[in-house]
């Protein structure tokens, strides 16, 4: 079982910087693309940006130039940096992986979430 842990969020004030980080744990044999997404109150899910394996990524329109998504294999991680936020970027963050795992019946695709961690912005 593969399991995506978030860290990172919490209250910052319009113009502040946080970072998200989504570990991912348990048996897989690779991860192929990675990604943030968010949902807001009232709001559907939107995608933030994702990043392929070879490190393309792709942003939402209304976060590029502030939010910077990377990743580190070795620890099978993605991160969320996001600066210059605004109060519009409150919601609720989750990360998605594309995982590989390998088993008795060969390679199998699976789509895994976090559980989510919330951001606020407000002064």
Do not use: H
Not at 82 to 87: D, E, G, I, R, V
Request: glycine residues 14%; contains cysteine; hydrophobic residues 35%.
């Amino acid at each position: 079982q593969v399991q995506l842990v978030e860290s990172g969020g919490g209250l910052v004030q319009p113009g502040g910087s946080l970072r998200l980080s989504c570990a991912a744990s348990g048996s897989l044999f690779s991860i192929n693309g990675m990604g943030w997404y968010r949902q807001a109150p009232g709001r559907q899910r939107e995608l933030v940006g994702v990043i392929t394996s070879d490190g393309s990524t792709n942003y939402a329109d209304s976060v590029k130039g502030r939010f910077t998504i990377a990743r580190d294999n070795a620890k099978n991680t993605v991160y969320l940096q996001m600066n210059s936020l605004k109060p519009e970027d409150t919601a609720v963050y989750y990360c998605r992986d594309e995982v590989v795992v390998y088993g008795s019946e060969g390679y199998r695709y699976l789509e895994v979430w976090g559980q989510g961690t919330l951001v606020t912005v407000s002064s």
